[in-house]
């Protein structure tokens, strides 16, 4: 029984290593504010389900003021970097929801969420990808409409999904 826990193990697909990954959280640049909160969460759990160390979400908050990041404003990769080191991460995730819309005579709306991931180089990002993800909410005007819990995750399923190859 002992060999063949072990030879289970060795056979398991290992993701992630334990790496430790800052979330920074989703900028809403057109769109609804509430859209950002959910993303980011969809974000961490995701990474978390993938075997990553998510870095607590308030260091990540303390470290943007310190640093005086403005995350309505596209960020460098020297910032990026920077900030990537000063919390001590394998990997930064930078998030934004670009923009939410609303289709013609439909209550379904769009959201094109972009995501950066920078890694222990700064040379380039390690992964980038944008969606456009569907989904219904109540509200009449795209400004006010919020991507659901189960829409988000899917979003970043597609978003995260190059990036989760790279890293087995």
Request: no cysteine; aromatic share 6%; glycine share 8%.
């Given at each position: 029984?002992?060999?063949?826990?072990?030879?289970?193990?060795?056979?398991?697909?290992?993701?992630?290593?334990?790496?430790?990954?800052?979330?920074?959280?989703?900028?809403?640049?057109?769109?609804?504010?509430?859209?950002?909160?959910?993303?980011?969460?969809?974000?961490?759990?995701?990474?978390?389900?993938?075997?990553?160390?998510i870095?607590?979400?308030?260091?990540?908050?303390?470290?943007?003021?310190?640093?005086?990041?403005?995350?309505?404003?596209p960020?460098?990769?020297?910032?990026?970097?920077?900030?990537?080191?000063?919390?001590?991460?394998?990997?930064?995730?930078?998030?934004?929801?670009?923009?939410?819309?609303?289709?013609?005579?439909?209550?379904?709306?769009?959201?094109?969420?972009?995501?950066?991931?920078?890694?222990?180089?700064?040379?380039?990002?390690?992964?980038?990808?944008?969606?456009?993800?569907?989904?219904?909410?109540?509200?009449?005007r795209?400004?006010?409409?919020?991507?659901?819990?189960?829409?988000?995750?899917?979003?970043?399923?597609?978003?995260?999904?190059?990036?989760?190859?790279?890293?087995?």
């Amino acid at each position: 029984p002992l060999v063949a826990a072990l030879a289970a193990l060795t056979f398991a697909p290992v993701e992630a290593a334990g790496e430790k990954v800052a979330v920074l959280p989703a900028a809403v640049i057109n769109g609804a504010a509430g859209n950002g909160p959910v993303v980011t969460e969809a974000l961490r759990s995701s990474l978390r389900g993938k075997g990553f160390k998510i870095i607590d979400a308030a260091v990540v908050d303390r470290a943007i003021a310190s640093t005086g990041m403005d995350l309505s404003r596209p960020q460098t990769l020297s910032s990026l970097s920077a900030f990537r080191k000063k919390v001590g991460a394998d990997y930064v995730v930078y998030p934004r929801v670009l923009s939410v819309g609303q289709g013609v005579n439909t209550m379904e709306y769009q959201a094109n969420i972009l995501v950066n991931v920078m890694g222990p180089w700064a040379k380039g990002f390690a992964h980038t990808r944008q969606v456009g993800q569907v989904f219904k909410a109540e509200a009449s005007r795209a400004d006010r409409a919020v991507i659901g819990r189960s829409d988000a995750e899917n979003a970043v399923s597609k978003l995260m999904q190059g990036f989760y190859a790279k890293v087995k």
